[in-house]
């Protein structure tokens, strides 16, 4: 019977050893947290974040994919409905320093993406920055996020003198902004005052309806020169859908039939309300002239003008001359026009003495910081 144990010889037989195996031979790997995705080379695939100590073993790459990561901004959309929060909620997860002014630039320039927006990042000094000093900033309660107004104010005096000044006539003419609107880009609104300030002759001005429809008309033309320009960018794809251009023409045509009939109701057309025939012996004319050479004092005397007794008298005037033009119709309907012609003659007289208030307001403040400042 054989007995148990190692077979004859087992103890002089060499052990086999490991083999070695060198980790360093192999490249190095990036793993998106999000959805697993493992790739050897980062370049396109991740953001860059290089200024964050979280990603210091990553090279710099950020934890998300691009692909996660701008999943992850059109989610907080969706959920919050605004893409600026979005847009903040974002850089918090990605450790990037969130720009007000950048977003604002990609806004304007249509792009509110989040590689467009790191894109800008890295153009500026606050590429060097994580979220963490904006989240301070923000608990302190200083001013990282400024006004948009402000900001926007900020852009349009950089404008050509001819743009500031049409600005301020429009401004002026009508009595407040009307282009007042936060989906209006600062290109948006150069092309309205631009485009409006042609259209402010003196018959214009003197009728509430011509001048309300006059605005309405310039911005119906922004809206047709938006779709010209997404007609433009699909017809310059390698693959051009004609059934967006199709559509795009659809709207277009209607726009353009709007804003002719607008023009031929009211007599806006370009030949009456252009600027190369504006009669410049007209007091209106003469008036802005005169605010565009810095003559301060014809501020004074145009609200001084609109506000004296025989203004009053020739308005009056004009208000009964309405109801005695509509007496052809019903009784009803012209009394009806008449108040509305004196409500409105009574808000644009408020409405001025209140403009004239409040710029008397800012000349007195600013006297008075100038006043300040030359203290010792």
Request: proline share 3%; with cysteine.
């Amino acid at each position: 019977m054989a007995s148990r144990g190692r077979p004859p010889g087992s103890k002089n037989r060499p052990k086999m050893k490991e083999p070695k195996f060198d980790a360093t031979t192999l490249p190095p790997l990036y793993k998106c947290t999000k959805c697993g995705r493992i790739v050897d080379n980062p370049t396109g695939v991740f953001y860059s974040s290089k200024r964050s100590d979280m990603y210091i073993g990553n090279e710099g790459y950020t934890h998300m994919c691009s692909d996660c990561a701008n999943k992850f901004f059109e989610e907080q959309k969706f959920r919050f409905k605004d893409e600026k929060t979005a847009l903040i909620l974002t850089c918090c997860a990605l450790d990037l320093y969130f720009s007000e002014k950048i977003y604002i630039n990609c806004r304007d320039k249509g792009d509110v993406s989040l590689g467009a927006y790191i894109r800008q990042l890295n153009l500026t000094q606050e590429k060097s920055k994580t979220f963490y000093p904006f989240l301070v900033e923000l608990l302190k309660g200083n001013s990282v996020l400024t006004d948009e107004n402000i900001l926007r104010d900020e852009k349009e005096t950089k404008w050509a003198a001819a743009d500031r000044k049409n600005k301020g006539y429009v401004i002026q003419t009508v009595g407040y902004d009307c282009f007042d609107d936060e989906s209006y880009t600062t290109e948006n609104r150069k092309f309205l005052y631009n485009t409006l300030a042609d259209y402010l002759t003196d018959e214009v001005i003197e009728d509430p309806h011509k001048l309300q429809s006059a605005i309405m008309m310039v911005k119906t033309m922004l809206q047709q020169e938006q779709i010209d320009r997404a007609v433009n960018r699909e017809m310059r794809k390698t693959q051009t859908d004609y059934t967006e251009v199709e559509k795009y023409s659809k709207i277009k045509d209607r726009l353009i039939t709007n804003i002719s009939k607008m023009a031929n109701d009211n007599g806006l057309t370009v030949k009456s309300g252009g600027a190369g025939v504006r009669n410049t012996t007209a007091l209106t004319y003469i008036m802005r002239e005169m605010a565009d050479n810095g003559f301060e004092d014809i501020k004074v005397n145009s609200v001084d003008a609109k506000l004296s007794a025989s203004y009053k008298e020739v308005a009056e005037q004009n208000a009964r001359a309405l109801i005695a033009e509509l007496g052809f119709t019903s009784d009803e309907y012209a009394r009806m026009v008449g108040e509305q012609s004196e409500i409105i003659r009574k808000q644009q007289e408020d409405c001025e003495k209140l403009q004239e208030e409040l710029r008397m307001t800012k000349i007195e403040l600013q006297e008075a910081q100038a006043k300040g400042r030359g203290k010792p």
